[in-house]
């Protein structure tokens, strides 16, 4: 199937776990994803995951992203996202002193996940929007739950291409599966106003970094003065921080 034809599926069917039900019981899952059909019949911990096996959850969470694709920044990559995001259980679920769990899913998904983008002939941009959300999939949540400090969930945004869009796929991710947990949205919503409003203000660039003296590594340079705009800090300051970092760490 074409990246196109999907697409069509995806954004404009009212609750697209129809279509892959209706595959499923055709028999033409296999052919069309093996590492979407490998959900079917794994498990799930009862505890967190009371609705089935894998595969039910990720049907919820695709129609639970159906509700909300026309508000994400890429409606597309979002729908991919929630139909891939699982994909790793498939392969780490493993029951331990009587518990299953699914350590590491999240990164054991990304390459599952490629070769499905893959075969849907995928252009870079949308594989890559795609995987940053399967790995990072489960960290809003978590984050939310242990009110992690601002420079946390900051460092979390920026690591994804659509950071709106990573936080409606972890909502969906709470709302497609019993019990329901849509606790965190006010909390993280209120991070994601942080995060845009701190990517908004002036920043140090490399001519600034010139205009200091600083003239060799500046990549290196660059990378530190990013991570100081990520804990908060303004460009006056960060740019004062980054002249002694230069000279003392880098030895420039």
Known sequence: MELNEFAKILLETPKPS????????????????PEL????????????????DVWVHTMLVLDESAKRR????????????????????AVCTEKINGVIHAYGHETEGIPLARKFLE????????????????????????????KSKTKKTNKLFDSVIEPFDLVQLA??????????????????????RKFNEIMSKPYVT????????????????????????????????????????ARKVLKI
Do not use: W
Not at 23 to 30: H, K
Not at 37 to 52: A, D, M, T
Not at 171 to 191: S, V
Not at 225 to 235: E, N, Q, S, T, V
């Open 119 to 146: 075969r849907l002939q995928a252009d870079e941009y949308l594989t890559e929007y795609v995987l940053k959300m399967v790995e990072y999939h489960m960290m809003p949540n978590i984050m939310a739950e242990a």
């Open 206 to 245: 490399e001519n600034d970094l010139i205009n200091a003296g600083i003239t060799e590594r500046l990549d290196e340079v660059l990378e530190y003065a990013h991570k100081l705009r990520l804990a908060g800090f303004d460009k006056d300051n960060t740019l004062r921080q980054c002249i002694p970092y």
């Open 70 to 89: 026309v508000k994400v920044k890429n409606g597309v990559g979002f729908m991919l996202s929630a139909l891939c995001h699982d994909f790793g259980k």
């Open 37 to 52: 059909k490998s959900l079917i019949g794994v498990p799930q911990n009862e505890i967190h995951h009371r609705e089935g």
């Open 171 to 192: 909502i969906c991710d709470g709302l497609g599966k019993l019990p329901q947990n849509n606790a965190n949205e006010e909390f993280l919503m209120m991070r994601l």
């Open 18 to 33: 129809e279509y892959f039900e209706k595959m499923r019981n055709t028999g033409d899952l296999e052919e069309f994803s």
